[in-house]
């Protein structure tokens, strides 16, 4: 089997902006997904359509479910398996109400001009539940991309309280007055 092409016949491309990508802290889960041939790597892409990308509490980057609002958000777009998407899901708390997995468009990131080709994918938006009051919190300016400085903010998984669940996190957050805190 080659390295690029994926184990099983039931791929889903997923476009991911936030932690995963490659140089962040839960990029080892791709290396590790992609090493088992159930994940390969597609390129650098971005959004067709604005959408609000913001830091919330812990220094988590979120996608925001509200097309035409912040900007085309630059990230990595990977073809998964079904056993990948599985742990993928798992991360992200899907079935948690951490994240929705809901479908997108993307293009190519080139420095061409040219016709860019549209692609079909799905990303992890924050949870409809918070999602408008995370967009909010953060004063409606979002990010472009999910850069360095914004991943130090992380608070890996291990290093948080045990005691509170992502959800505690966020609903603290968004009853706080300090947008800026990744404390909580």
């Known amino acids: 089997m080659s390295i690029n092409t994926i184990n099983d016949n039931n791929q889903t491309l997923i476009f991911l902006y936030g932690t995963l990508k490659k140089g962040f802290p839960n990029h080892h889960l791709l290396k590790d997904l992609m090493s088992s041939n159930d994940a390969v ?3 650098s892409h971005k959004t067709l359509n ?3 990308l913001v830091c919330g509490p812990l220094g988590i980057p979120f996608l925001i479910n509200i097309p035409g609002s912040g900007n085309q958000v630059k990230g990595e777009l990977y073809s998964f398996s079904g056993r990948a998407l599985a742990r993928l899901d798992e991360l992200e708390g ?6 929705e997995r809901l479908p997108l468009e993307v293009v190519t990131v080139t420095e061409e001009e040219g016709e860019a080709q549209v692609t079909v994918a799905e990303g992890y938006f924050g949870h409809r539940s918070f999602g408008e009051e995370m967009w909010k919190k953060n004063g409606m300016v979002g990010m472009e991309e999910h850069v360095d400085k914004e991943g130090e903010k992380y608070v890996r998984v291990e290093n948080r309280d045990v005691g509170l669940n992502l959800k505690d996190y966020i609903w603290a957050y968004l009853r706080s007055n300090d947008h800026e805190s990744s404390s909580f």
Do not use: D, Q
């Open 41 to 43: 790597f597609l390129g």
């Open 50 to 52: 604005a959408y609000p």
């Open 94 to 99: 899907i079935s948690r109400g951490h994240y």
